[in-house]
C-alpha cells in the first residue's frame, strides 16, 4: 500500500490531516556551500573483518531472517499526535509509550527498506516495507553511552503497526569460542543499501552489518548480561535478536582534520553514500568548533565500497550543528537542529533555507513510482519523538 493510503490508517485519526495543508514554508536565500578537493579523502573497507567469528556464531545460534524478526515484532507504533505539525507533512507514527518518554535511548538515524532496494516491489525487503531506525543507549538518564541499537518498523497495510529492536553488536572471542560485546557508539546515522547496513562512528567512519545475519539469543538473563554466558547460551540484555557487525569502513583525510561522522544518508541516483559533521561555530567541549564538511563517497559497481574509495564529492559548509544529510540526484538537504533549519542547495540554484522541527535528526530520501517523492526524519527528544515524511518538494527539491 503506498503511503498516501496509510496516512489515512497512521495519521487521519491523530488529526494529522490538518497540517497537510499547512502553505509551504517561506524559502530564504542562504549562504552556500565551497568545493574542496574531493581527492583528500578516503574510505579502507573492510567486509570480512570478522568472518570466522561470525561463521561459529551463526552455526551456535542460528539466524533469523528479517521476515521472522517481523512476523515477531513485539511493540506498537502510535500515530502522530494532533500537535504535530510541519509543512509538506505526508504521514508518520510514533513509538510506543515506554520508547518515546525513555530518557536512557535516544533515536539518531532513520533508513528504509526503499533505501535497500529502491522501489521495486514497493520497496519491499524480505517481503516487508520497513522504516528503520538507529538509537543509541546511555547508563542511566545521565550516564554515558552504552550500546547501540535499530528498530525495525513495518510500513504496510499487510501487516500490523509494530516494531522490533534488534541489538547491535561487534563479535569477540575466537572461532573455537565466539562471542559478542557491545557498541557503545552514538549511531547518529545509518544507510541501508543492498543487504548492508552501515552505522556512523563519529570518529572513525562506518560499521558495517548484514541484514542477512541477523542472531537469535536466549532471553530470561538479567538486564546486564551480554555474550557468551555458558553451553549454547548467550544474553542480550533480554533482546531476542542482535545483529553483529562484519566489516569497518575506515575514514582519512590528508587535509585539515579528521572527520568527524555525524549523519549519513543514501543517494541511490549516483549510487554513494553522503555524510557531514556535526560542529559548532563556537563554544563546544564535545565537538569540534570549525565549519562543517559534507562528503560523497561512491559504490563499486559491485554495490560494495572498493577495498579503498576517494571520494566524488567535497562541501565546505557554512552551517553548523547538523545532524541530518541527504542527497538524491543533484540536490542536497541538510538538517540544522541548532537553528531548527533545513538548508537546501544545489549548485546552480544555490541555497534555501526552511523553517524546521526542533530536536531534528537524520535524513532518508524515499523514492516513490506512484506518489510524490518523500524525505523521512525523526526527532531525538524524549515525550516528542515524532518519525514523519515530509514532500521533498515543499523544501525546494522541486
Sequence with gaps: MSLRHRLVNAAV??????????????????AGPATLPASQYTLTANYNQFDAVN???VSTLGTAAVHTVMDNANHD??????????????????????????????????????????TANSGNYDGHQLVLVSWYTKDGCDGGQTRS??????????????????????????????????????????????????????GKGMRVFDMRKILKTN????????????????????????????????????????????????DRVSKSIVMTEYTCSSGCTDYPNRAPRAIRYPFASSGTFAATTTASQALQLPWYKLNGVASHNGRWWFNSSGS??????????????????????SLSYWEDDTAADLLWSLQEGAGNRNVFAVTQATYGGG
Excluded: M
Design 340 to 361: 531548527k533549519q533545513l538548508y537546501y542547495w544545489t549548485p546552480t540554484a544555490g541555497s534555501s533555507t526552511f523553517a524546521w522541527v526542533g530536536s531534528g535528526e
Design 55 to 57: 561463521s561459529a556464531l
Design 219 to 266: 532471553t530470561g538473563g538479567t538486564a546486564d548480561q551480554i555474550g557468551h554466558q555458558s553451553g549454547s547460551t548467550y544474553y542480550a540484555h533480554n533482546y531476542a535478536y542482535v545483529l553483529p557487525q562484519v566489516g569497518t569502513i575506515t575514514s582519512k583525510t590528508t587535509s585539515g582534520t579528521n572527520l568527524a561522522w555525524s549523519s549519513i544518508s543514501l
Design 149 to 202: 541499537r535499530i528498530t525495525l518498523a513495518d510500513w504496510d497495510a499487510t501487516y500490523p503497526n509494530k516494531y522490533r529492536k534488534v541489538l547491535l553488536v561487534e563479535p569477540t572471542g575466537t572461532a573455537a569460542a565466539p562471542d559478542f560485546k557491545d557498541i557503545p557508539i552514538h549511531a547518529g546515522g545509518v544507510s541501508w543499501y543492498g543487504d548492508y547496513l552501515y552505522v556512523a562512528d563519529r
Design 13 to 30: 485519526g491523530a488529526g494529522v490531516l490538518a497540517s497537510l495543508v499547512a502553505a509551504p514554508p517561506a524559502a530564504v536565500a542562504a
Design 77 to 118: 507504533r502510535t500515530a502522530l499526535p494532533s500537535s504535530f505539525s510541519v509543512a509538506g507533512l505526508s504521514t508518520g507514527f510514533r513509538f510506543d509509550s515506554g520508547d518515546n518518554s525513555d530518557c536512557t535511548n535516544y533515536p539518531q538515524g532513520i533508513t528504509t527498506s526503499r533505501d535497500a532496494v529502491g
